[in-house]
């Protein structure tokens, strides 16, 4: 059974930096492409930035791109963003997400396995 479970949200002021983990177990993720997504109140789930296990190919969000990174570390099985010059309109509930396909697509429901969210509240 494959486990996500994000960590690392909390509240910033905007130009503020945090630094979201997921940590995944279960299964040999080498094939797995994970996905980094974001709802905010009353709107839809949106892509944020995506990463091949294998090869660390990267994929963003035009929203994000040079402030968001996204990154793995294979030994600890654990996907990292990394968000700078962070603004009010990312507050969300950030979540992780796998597909074991390795599409890296910013598709929810090409994902198969999903965490239970991180709140990230950002300040003006």
């Known amino acids: 059974q494959v486990q996500l479970v994000e960590s690392g949200g909390g509240l910033v002021q905007a130009g503020g930096s945090l630094r979201l983990s997921c940590a995944a177990s279960?299964?040999?993720?080498?094939?797995?492409?994970m996905g980094w997504f974001r709802q905010a109140p009353g709107k839809e789930r949106e892509f944020v930035a995506a990463i091949r296990w294998s090869g660390g190919s990267t994929y963003y969000a035009d929203s994000v791109k040079g402030r968001f990174s996204i990154s793995r570390d294979n030994a600890k099985n654990t996907v990292y963003l990394q968000m700078t010059s962070l603004k009010p309109e990312d507050t969300a509930v950030y979540y992780c997400?796998?597909?074991?396909?390795?599409?890296?697509?910013?598709?929810?429901?090409?994902?198969?396995?999903w965490g239970q969210g991180t709140q990230v509240t950002v300040s003006s």
């Open positions: 279960g299964r040999t993720f080498s094939s797995y492409a």
């Open positions: 997400a796998a597909d074991r396909f390795g599409r890296m697509t910013p598709y929810t429901t090409w994902y198969e396995y």
